[in-house]
Each structure stands twice: as structure tokens, then as C-alpha cells.
């Protein structure tokens, strides 16, 4: 059977779910989530975002898929701070083609007028190769979402070509370090001297750092003496469905 059919299936019948994972402050709060999508197909069980994501990027249906995406999270996002003592970022994935539409900037205004979730609560992570043009009109569509008060982070940060210039050219908030410098990170001289080059610049050009891909208890304990500001991983906390996610944040550090 074909990908696309039955990915178009699930764009009609909502077979998709949001999944959520923390993302933790150095001092130890929860600062954001990371929504991460989940198909489970009927028939198939799940299928990673990994494969239909290219898929869906390819044939256009990125479009409603992210549409679904966007609403959803900002949706969940206001019910979250609802709940919490301490604001919480919704992050959300943002593919090339989605980011490069025209209708954009609107999509993005009327999603927050809808939901009502404070500009100010939402991050978009895009890639290196959404920026890859960083041509005049991209710059003026992330200074756009910037005067919105939305959020930037640059995702998988370290894995795409000429990110240096990026970071000089770009109204970007955050870095995320991408974790596969992390993996390593404790016992590897390059991969700590890496990541610890990435956070100095980071502070010094003003930009947040997150660092992803944090399992083990020893990564984390040699990663925070680099005093980066906000860490993601299994370490912490695996994706999870709201459910799940709530009852997270109700659980005391
Ligand atoms: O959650 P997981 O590691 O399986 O995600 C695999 C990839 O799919 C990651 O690169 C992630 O950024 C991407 N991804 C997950 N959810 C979304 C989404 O809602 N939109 C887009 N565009 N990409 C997503
Ligand atoms: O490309 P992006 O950074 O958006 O992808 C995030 C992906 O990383 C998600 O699919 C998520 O499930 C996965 N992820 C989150 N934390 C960890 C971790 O600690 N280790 C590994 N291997 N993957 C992780
Ligand atoms: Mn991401
Ligand atoms: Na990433």
C-alpha cells in the first residue's frame, strides 16, 4: 500500500497525536516542551515522523499536517500554563516548505489569535536547511515572527554548513545543540571542547543555548559545569503523551 494514501487517510480521519517532551531549566524547572508528532496507523502501528515527515515534505501535505500541528500545540500549550506556577515554551518543528509558504507569517497570527497563547510562549525550531537561503526575504520573515514576540530557535545546531554566518545574519533567540555531540560529550576531549565553544559564543553573541540528547546521568553532570541554560533528554524525560505530561508537572522535583 502506498505511504501517501495512507498518509492522506490520516491527515482526514486525525490519526496523529501530539507527544510532548521537557525541556529543563539548569535550575532544574521545567522552562518548555518540545511537541513531537506521532502517527498510529490502524493497521501498521506506528510509523516515525522520520519516515513520513520527507514524505509529506515532498507531496505538499506537510502543509495540513503542520496546520494540525500548530493548532493542536498552541491549544495544549494554553491549557499547560494554565495548570503551571511557571510559564512553559511550546516549541514547535517548523519544515522548509511550511516556513517558505507565502501565508506563513498569517498562519502563525492566526493560530495564536485563536488559541490565545501569548506570542512570547511560542518557539519555532527551524533548521540550518530552512535557513540555508538566508537570503533577504528569510531574514525578513524570522524579524517578522520576532516583532510577533514568537520565538527562534535554530535546531540540530553544529550539523548544517556555514552555521557561523547564520548566527551573524539571523534574528535567532536559541541555539539547540544537536546530540550528536552530546553522546559523547563526557568522554571525548572534541566533543566537549564542541559543545563547550558553542555556549561561550552562544552568551557572548546573547543567545540562549539548549542542549539535547541528554540520557545519562554523566553527560548531565559534566555538561553542567558549562553553565548552558537548558538541557533536553531521555535523561530528563522521554516525549509523552498531555496526559502523561501533566501529571510531570505535577510531580515535585
Ligand atoms: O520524535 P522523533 O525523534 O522521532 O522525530 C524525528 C524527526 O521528526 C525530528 O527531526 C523531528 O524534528 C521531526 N518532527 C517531529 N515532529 C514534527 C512536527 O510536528 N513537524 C515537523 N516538521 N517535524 C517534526
Ligand atoms: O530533529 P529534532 O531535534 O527536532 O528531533 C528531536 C528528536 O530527538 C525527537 O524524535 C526525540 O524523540 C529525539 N530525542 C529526544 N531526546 C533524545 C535523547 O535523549 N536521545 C535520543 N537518541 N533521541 C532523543
Ligand atoms: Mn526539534
Ligand atoms: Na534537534
Not at 500548530?70 to 514547535?92: K, Y
Not at 510577533?148 to 554548513?161: E, K, M, P, Q, S
Not at 553532570?221 to 509523552?240: D, K
Request: glycine share 6%; proline share 6%.
Amino acid at each position: 500500500v502506498n505511504l501517501r494514501h495512507a498518509l492522506q487517510q490520516a491527515i482526514e480521519q486525525e490519526q496523529f497525536e501530539l507527544h510532548y517532551q521537557p525541556q529543563i531549566h539548569h535550575s532544574g524547572r521545567v522552562a518548555g516542551v518540545e511537541a513531537l508528532i506521532r502517527w498510529y496507523h490502524p493497521e501498521r502501528g506506528n510509523i516515525p515522523p522520520g519516515q513520513f515527515i520527507p514524505l509529506a515534505e515532498d507531496t505538499g501535505q506537510i502543509i495540513p499536517i503542520s496546520e494540525w500541528v500548530m493548532e493542536t500545540a498552541c491549544r495544549d500549550a494554553v491549557v499547560l500554563n494554565a495548570e503551571s506556577a511557571t510559564p512553559i515554551t511550546m516549541a514547535i518543528n517548523v519544515s522548509p516548505m511550511q516556513f517558505q509558504r507565502p501565508g506563513f507569517l498569517d498562519s502563525v497570527k492566526q493560530v495564536l489569535a485563536r488559541s490565545g497563547l501569548p506570542p512570547a510562549l511560542l518557539e519555532l525550531e527551524l533548521t540550518e536547511g530552512v535557513l540555508m537561503d538566508s537570503a533577504e526575504h528569510t531574514i525578513q520573515a524570522l524579524q517578522a515572527l520576532r516583532q510577533l514576540g514568537v520565538h527562534i530557535a535554530l535546531d540540530d545546531f553544529g550539523t548544517g554548513f556555514s552555521s557561523l554566518s547564520y548566527l551573524k545574519r539571523l534574528p535567532i533567540n536559541k541555539l539547540k545543540v544537536d546530540r550528536s555531540f552530546v553522546g559523547d560529550v563526557a568522554v571525548d576531549s572534541r566533543d566537549a571542547a564542541i559543545v563547550e565553544g558553542v555556549v561561550t559564543m552562544a552568551d557572548k553573541l546573547g543567545l540562549e543555548v539548549l542542549i539535547e540528547g541528554v540520557e545519562t546521568a554523566e553527560q548531565f553532570h559534566f555538561l553542567r559545569t558549562l553553565q548552558c541554560g537548558h538541557y533536553q533528554g531521555y535523561y530528563f524525560a522521554r516525549p509523552m503523551a498531555l496526559s502523561a505530561l501533566k501529571a510531570y508537572l505535577k510531580t515535585p522535583l
